[in-house]
């Protein structure tokens, strides 16, 4: 625990305007950020006696070790720029909303050439046009499976949009009128665009006009005894009407608004959003979070709209906000709705509703708020109970000193011999924490070797663990020289494969590119930053003993290490000739399960992924300097790896972008490839030739 004097900025140092500040600890990560109009002030009231503190606030400051700051112009810059800093920085004891599910939306990829309308969770693409968010993906379906008879959207995958567009017949909607059938061009992609933009503008909820238009259409058709026309117009009307009633007209003046209301005590907080479109209300969606900062009801409405709208801009920002309560200095309020306003482009309305209907709305959005907190703690007391007796088993079985608040699980897969991968994955008190999840290529050796792989991955690992240490001084090279001569290599990690960037797969995070732990220090989350308390193997003793000789090579001797065997679920330690036995009935064992089944889960699927990629390999995979979009020119331009492999030089470079040399290098690795076997229909006999366009041979 440091002392906040130690690192308390000296009178005079710090200035009188409006700022960012970021909290760092011994490690020199960014575990606070804020944001202040006079950063003097608020700064100062951190370093007073620590019983005047708020607990939470107090655990802050103690667990610190230093403090910087950014001055800014105005306060909406510190607005921008504290979102900014802790989207970076992901800081332990900042607010931070998480989701109570991954809600659906009702998407429709505007930046494709023929665009589709599909169901989408996650993170938001550029192009695409995104409405709700919905409570159940069955809704989005509904209400798509009415509206297709009017806007007969393409709605199927690629991979079926390209076999109709190969055998020239659409798919069953295509047949039945609720499609337009793109794919064999009854339509062309202008007028299958145009489409797209009208079920939008409806869906946006620009109604009124297009049904005036379509009774206008029925009544010019009735009166021109076009009477199956007036039917099917009569039909479409009704089709968009009950998909209008879906969502209740809430506020009568067309408004559009975003109602958010907070439910909290004195340890976490709720948060309902309804999104109201043209009066009726298009979404919904709800967060939770723990209370780690001190912070009002108007600080908890400000980190949600900046959680709800930091990545959003246009017409995603709506005309108007409504919320439960607004901070007491109006500067804050203003420069709130100067920032909404930014991100929309126009005038954004930031209150308080005080009576009429929207009052009332956002009464009902409160009520919710309430119901959610309430579930969300019940659920919360069974699991936290639950965990800690599991954690409080394992460290009394294993004879750990405290409970292991983070364990990492490792395993290794491969398919006889082959792709042989491993995976880390992590859990922080007893819960799943994906974004440190971690997958390696065994590189070392060829070859099956179980207890070898163990080995490897685990030194790797902690390798890189040590670099961390060293950079921030916890640790130095002359503390690991015994270690240095026992293994013949820098337990610091300035080995070949930690001076080097991670390739692809290599030590990397959950398949996604990230902050390089080889960076200078930022505050930024780090790969392999935070040790583990203990370390789970899949395996029995010769995995167990394996992990543990890698950590002694490199002084690792804080680390507890113990392994799960599958046959029996005996816990191993080592040094020990018998398992530890858990009770059948143990939370302990239970949590070890869980967290060894997903740690042969996350390896099993990468090993999958790599036989997969390299079954799918092309003898083009390995031509330098042959991007993806020239090596599927050169597909499409011959058909098949069969006859670009007849082909000369001289026909390769008639391949748009091909030049000369390019073509030659494609001709020399297509001639040191061997050509794979025929394919041969069993049941027929028939040698079936290759002249698709597969990249395969």
């Known amino acids: 625990m440091a002392d906040p004097s130690s690192y308390r900025p000296k009178p005079g140092q710090i200035p009188d305007s409006p700022g960012v500040y970021r909290f760092r600890d011994d490690h020199r990560r960014v575990i606070y950020v804020g944001k202040a109009k006079s950063l003097r002030p608020r700064l100062s009231s951190y370093f007073q006696d620590l019983a005047n503190l708020h607990p939470r606030t107090r655990t802050m400051v103690t667990t610190a070790a230093s403090v910087e700051w950014t001055v800014v112009s105005t306060e909406v810059e510190a607005l921008q720029l504290e979102y900014s800093w802790i989207k970076e920085y992901d800081p332990r004891f900042n607010v931070k909303y998480r989701d109570d599910k991954s809600y659906p939306y009702l998407a429709v990829t505007l930046n494709e050439e023929f665009p589709r309308v599909q169901v989408m969770r996650g993170a938001k693409k550029k192009g695409v046009r995104y409405f709700g968010p919905y409570g159940h993906a069955w809704a989005i379906r509904e209400t798509v499976d009415l509206m297709l008879r009017v806007f007969p959207v393409r709605t199927c995958s690629a991979g079926v949009f390209k076999n109709a567009e190969r055998t020239g017949r659409p798919c069953l909607l295509g047949y039945i009128g609720k499609c337009s059938a793109p794919c064999v061009g009854r339509v062309t992609p202008e007028e299958h665009h145009e489409l797209a933009e009208e079920f939008c503008d409806f869906m946006a909820g620009r109604t009124g006009a297009y049904i005036r238009r379509l009774e206008q259409r029925m009544a010019v058709a009735a009166e021109d005894m076009e009477y199956e026309k007036a039917g099917r117009l009569r039909d479409d009307i009704g089709a968009l009407r009950r998909a209008m009633e879906k969502n209740a007209v809430v506020l009568a003046d067309a408004t559009d608004a975003d109602l958010i209301a907070v439910a909290e005590d004195e340890l976490e907080a709720a948060v309902q959003i309804f999104h109201v479109r043209g009066g009726r209300v298009r979404g919904q969606r709800g967060w939770v979070t723990d209370k780690v900062e001190e912070v009002d009801t108007a600080g908890l409405v400000e980190h949600a709209l900046q959680q709800l709208y930091g990545e959003e801009i246009g017409d995603s920002v709506p005309k108007e906000v ?188 959950n398949g996604h590119a990230g902050p390089s732990s080889l960076k200078e220090d930022d505050g930024r989350p780090k790969r392999f930053a935070y040790p583990p308390q203990l370390v789970v193997v899949d395996g029995g003793q010769p995995q167990v003993a394996a992990a543990k000789r890698a950590m002694d090579e490199l002084g690792i001797d804080d ?139």
Not at 350 to 372: C, E, F, H, Y
Not at 482 to 501: F, H, I, K, T, V
Not at 581 to 609: K, N, W
């Open 322 to 509: 409504l919320v439960p309560a607004l901070p007491d200095d109006q500067r804050e309020t203003d420069a709130l709705s100067q920032w909404l306003s930014d991100r929309r482009g126009s005038h954004v309305s930031l209150r308080i509703p005080q009576r009429g209907d929207k009052k009332d709305l956002m009464a009902t959005v409160g009520r919710n708020a309430q119901q959610s907190l309430a579930l969300h703690k019940t659920k919360r007391a069974s699991d936290l109970t639950t965990r800690s007796r599991a954690l409080e088993e394992i460290a009394q079985a294993l004879g750990l000193d405290s409970v292991p608040l983070r364990i990492e699980c490792f395993d290794i897969s491969h398919l006889q011999g082959d792709d042989v991968v491993a995976s880390m994955v992590v859990f922080e008190d007893g819960l799943a924490r994906k974004s440190e999840y971690r997958r390696f290529q065994i590189k070392g050796f060829e070859g099956q070797d179980d207890v070898r792989s163990m080995h490897e991955v685990i030194g790797r690992r902690f390798r890189r663990y040590l670099v961390e240490k060293e950079r921030t001084g916890e640790w130095t090279a002359e503390e690991g020289a015994d270690a240095q001569d026992q293994n013949g290599e820098d337990p610091s990690g300035r080995d070949r494969a930690a001076q080097q960037p991670s390739a692809p797969g290599e030590d990397g995070n």
């Open 559 to 697: 680390v507890a290490v113990c392994g799960l065997a599958k046959r029996l679920e005996e816990v191993w330690v080592p040094d020990d000739d018998d398992p530890v036995v858990l009770p059948r009935s143990s939370e302990g064992l239970y949590l070890l399960q869980r967290v060894r089944d997903e740690a042969h889960r996350f390896a099993i699927t990468y090993q999958r992924a790599k036989r997969a990629k390299r079954i799918r390999s092309s003898p083009l995979d390995d031509v330098p300097g042959l991007g993806e979009t020239r090596k599927q020119a050169l597909i499409k331009h011959f058909g098949s790896v069969k006859k670009l492999r007849q082909a000369t030089i001289e026909q390769i470079c008639e391949v748009p972008g091909l030049g000369r040399k390019t073509a030659e290098s494609v001709a020399v690795a297509l001639a040191q490839t061997a050509p794979a076997a025929p394919a041969v229909n069993t049941a027929t006999g028939e040698i079936m030739e290759d002249d698709g366009g597969s990249t395969h041979d």
